[in-house]
C-alpha cells in the first residue's frame, strides 16, 4: 500500500529542471536553489471524503501553475502526499515530506486528524505547513511550531454555528450528534457548551457506521426541532436519508467538513433540502475573478477550501519569489507575512492563527439541490 501511494504521488508531481547554479549549502542545511523547490499537498485524494481534498489540491495547483506561466525559466513543482484522511497513515507521509529537501512547505494537512498525526514530525522536519481546512483549535496550541491555519478554527465556528442554531432557527430542542473524530467531536462539544440546555441530548456514530438504525430512534423518541451533526459529508448524508426516511422533520446543521455537494447527492436533494452548513471559509463567488479563472481550468466551480488552498500556496511562492530558498527562512517569511489574499487579509498570530479580524463564519443552506451562501456573515458576539 505504502508503495503504491507513493507512485501515485510521483505521478501527479510537477517535475523540475533544476537550473545551474542555484544549488548550494550553507549552515541550515541543503539547498535546492529557488528553481528546484516544491511544494507539497497534504491531504485525501481517494477515499470517502475525497472530494475536499480535490477542492484544495485544485486550488492549490492553480496558485502554482500561474506562478509558473509567470516564470518560465524558474518553475516550482508540485507534489502529493494522499493521507486518505486517515490519521494512521500521516506519520509516514510527514516523514517523507521531511526527507525530500525540496520540499518548501506544505498545503495542509487538510483535516484535523491527520494534522494531529503528522504535525509534530513535519515541525521536528522545520516545514512550513499552512492547512486549508482543518479547524480543531488545539492544532495551534503546544508552544512553537511551524503550523498555520488559513480559515477560522472551530473555537469561532462552533459558537456561531449554536448562535445560528439558537437567533436564527430559533431552536427550542436540539439533539447533538457526532462522528468520534478529532474534527467532529470537537465541532459538536464546542456548539452544545454553547447552547447549554437547549441540548436535550446527544449521541456518537462511528466514521464507518452506514446503519443509523439506533441514532435514529433516538432522534425521534427526543422529538428535536434541530439536529446538529459533527462531521464530514459522506456519513452526513447517509444519516440524513435516513432521519428523513423515518419521518424526523428537525432542521438539519452541520460544520464545514459537510459543505460539499457529495452531500446533497447521498442524501439526495429533497432530503437535503433546507439543511444548514457553516463554515469559516468565504463564498468563492465573492471573487468573480478567482472563479472565472478555476472554471477555466478545472470546468467547474472552486469548491469548499478551494480558494484557502489558493492562498496558502500563494504564500509559500512569495516566499519563494522572495528567495526563502530554505526552510528556517520560509518559516520566518510565513510567520510575518502580510498581504491580500483570495480568501481574507493574511497575517498570523503568533500560534499560526489568523489574526481575528480575518475570521469571518458563514452558513450556508441547501435550496434546489445547490449549497448556497447566506448574504452576510453570522454576526459576532
Not at 31 to 47: E, I, M
Not at 183 to 194: D, N, P, Q, T
Not at 301 to 315: F, K, L, Q, R, W
Request: proline share 6%; net charge negative.
Amino acid at each position: 500500500m505504502r508503495s503504491a501511494r507513493w507512485l501515485t504521488a510521483l505521478t501527479m508531481t510537477a517535475l523540475l529542471a533544476t537550473t545551474p547554479g542555484c544549488a548550494g549549502t550553507d549552515a541550515h542545511g541543503p539547498d535546492p536553489g529557488r528553481c528546484g523547490l516544491r511544494v507539497a499537498f497534504f491531504g485525501s485524494l481517494t477515499g470517502e471524503s475525497m472530494n475536499l481534498g480535490r477542492n484544495m489540491h485544485e486550488g492549490a495547483l492553480l496558485a502554482i501553475e500561474e506562478h509558473n506561466a509567470r516564470n518560465p525559466a524558474c518553475t516550482v513543482g508540485f507534489v502529493d502526499f494522499d493521507s486518505q484522511g486517515d490519521p494512521k497513515q500521516a506519520p509516514e507521509l510527514a516523514q517523507q515530506v521531511v526527507a525530500d529537501p525540496t520540499i518548501i512547505g506544505v498545503v495542509g494537512p487538510a483535516f484535523s486528524g491527520e494534522s494531529q498525526a503528522g504535525n509534530p514530525i513535519l515541525n521536528q522536519g522545520g516545514v512550513s505547513t499552512i492547512t486549508p481546512a482543518a479547524t480543531d483549535p488545539s492544532l495551534s496550541g503546544g508552544g512553537p511550531s511551524t503550523f498555520h491555519r488559513m480559515l477560522g478554527s472551530d473555537a469561532a465556528q462552533g459558537p456561531a454555528a449554536a448562535r445560528y442554531i439558537r437567533e436564527t432557527l430559533r431552536a427550542r430542542k436540539v439533539f447533538v450528534i457526532d462522528d468520534t473524530s478529532s474534527y467532529g467531536r470537537g465541532l459538536s462539544e464546542l456548539v452544545m457548551k454553547e447552547l447549554g440546555p437547549l441540548v436535550a441530548q446527544s449521541a456518537s456514530a462511528q466514521p464507518n457506521m452506514t446503519d443509523f438504525h439506533g441514532v435514529v430512534a433516538e432522534v425521534e423518541s427526543a422529538a428535536p426541532d434541530v439536529v446538529f451533526f459533527g462531521g464530514y459529508y459522506a456519513q452526513a448524508g447517509r444519516l440524513l436519508r435516513e432521519l428523513r426516511a423515518a419521518g424526523v422533520t428537525a432542521t438539519f446543521v452541520s460544520g464545514d467538513a459537510v459543505k460539499e455537494d457529495g452531500f446533497v447527492r447521498t442524501a439526495g436533494a429533497k432530503a437535503a433540502e433546507g439543511a444548514v452548513l457553516t463554515c469559516p471559509c468565504r463564498p468563492p463567488k465573492q471573487d468573480p475573478e478567482f472563479s472565472r479563472r478555476y472554471r477555466a481550468r478545472f470546468g467547474h466551480e472552486p469548491g469548499t477550501y478551494s480558494a484557502e488552498a489558493y492562498d496558502s500556496a500563494a504564500v509559500f511562492l512569495r516566499g519563494i519569489a522572495a528567495g526563502r530558498t530554505r526552510r528556517p527562512d520560509m518559516e520566518k517569511f510565513v510567520d510575518d507575512y502580510s498581504g491580500t489574499g483570495i480568501t481574507t487579509q493574511i497575517q498570523f498570530t503568533g500560534n499560526g492563527e489568523l489574526v481575528n479580524s480575518s475570521v469571518a463564519v458563514w452558513a450556508y443552506r441547501v435550496r434546489g439541490g445547490q449549497i448556497v451562501a447566506d448574504d452576510r456573515p453570522i454576526p459576532r458576539n
